[in-house]
Structure formats: C-alpha cells, structure tokens
C-alpha cells in the first residue's frame, strides 16, 4: 500500500518530559499519514530528566521523523522565508514556550520556528501539556487564541483531582487539528463534556 504523501511540517517539542512519549506516538501518526517531519527539540527538551536522557529522546525524534533534529537558533531560522514546510507543531507545548510566544519572544528553537513561520503567514498547531493551564498559562494560551495563525490541539484536564489547574491536549486529535489549521480553521479547542483519554 502506498502512502500518499501530503507535504512537510516542522515538528517540534518542547521540556513536558512526561508527554514526549505521546508526542513521539502523534509524530508517528503523521507520518502514518504521509506527512514528511522536519524535528525540532527546544533547549529544555534536551535535557537529562527522570523519563530518559536527552539524547534518547533525540535520537527516537529522528528516527520517526527520519530526518536530523534541528536545535539551533540558526537551523530553525529560515523554515519560514524559504517555505521549507507548510506548518510548525508544537507538541508538547509547555507553559514556558506558551509565556515567550504570547510575549513575542523568540529566543530558543522553538519560539524563532514559530516566528519564522509566523512571518510568512503560516500555522502554528500548539498541543499544550502545562500543570498550570487553569493558572497562570491561561493567561497565555487566551492572548494566543487571539491571535492569527495560532491554532489549538483541543485540549482539556488531565487529572482533575490531582492537577486541578493541569491542561494536556488530546493528541489523537493532532492530525485533525492540522488539517484544519492548514484550511484557517480551529477546532473545537476545549474538550467539553469529556473525559479525556490519557
């Protein structure tokens, strides 16, 4: 069976160590589809946690994607003004990464890749995983949702009773939520009446 293949995005994560897993498993997914990966990893990203080294997570990056990480600010830079993909994922999407995009900062390989893409009018798909969703990142995620060319994996709480304020997208629903955002349309982004599937 051949795939058809549907184009390039850049696929970027971010220092939810806990979410990497899934986030490699929707990386899989999209290449499932027919998408070709550009990886990025954010500085964080590439740290030594608990839930492996950052090494291992780069190296299980870029064999999804098939294609070496981009980790510099230089690497990143010119995804946008040379068209190089159609969109930027960034799953997972921290609280960190939500602060500096709502404030317009663009100082690691994430941030600069958004702007890059930002700058030519492309989407930019966000899958939160953040413990203070219902806090202080709400803040951030609501000036974003203004904003154009913002787009939101639907997302809702991971645990409730432990992590009142925690908010962790649904990333079944990433290649959806790309689809739509390459036709200029969100998703529903919140999850309402659901229980999320984790």
């Known amino acids: 069976m051949t795939i058809e293949k549907k184009g390039c995005l850049a696929f970027a994560v971010c220092g939810s160590f806990c979410t990497l897993e899934d986030a490699l498993g929707a990386a899989q997914a999209l290449t499932a589809q027919g998408w070709t990966l550009l990886p990025i990893m954010s500085f964080a990203a590439q740290q030594d946690t608990r839930f492996g080294t950052g090494e291992s997570w780069r190296q299980r990056l870029q064999a ?3 294609q070496p990480v981009l980790d510099t600010l230089q690497a990143v830079e010119p995804l946008g003004p040379r068209r190089l993909v159609q969109a930027l994922v ?13 404030a317009g900062l663009s100082d690691t390989p994430v941030t600069l890749a958004a702007k ?4 030519v009018g492309s989407p930019v798909v966000l899958a939160v995983s953040t413990n203070d969703g219902l806090g202080a990142s709400g803040e951030n995620m609501a000036r974003l949702c203004q904003r154009k060319h913002y787009y939101f994996v639907p997302y809702g709480q991971d645990d409730p009773f ?3 304020q925690s908010l962790k997208a649904d990333l079944a629903l990433l290649p959806a939520a790309v689809d739509a955002a390459l036709r200029g349309e969100q998703l529903q982004p919140v999850l309402l009446g659901q229980r999320m599937k984790m």
């Not at 999407?93 to 995009?101: V, Y």
């Not at 890059?116 to 700058?119: A, D, E, F, K, P």
């Open 64 to 66: 999804v994607a098939g």
């Open 90 to 102: 960034v799953a997972p999407c921290t609280g960190a990464t939500l602060a500096r995009l709502a």
């Open 116 to 119: 890059s893409l930002l700058r």
């Open 162 to 164: 432990a992590k009142p």
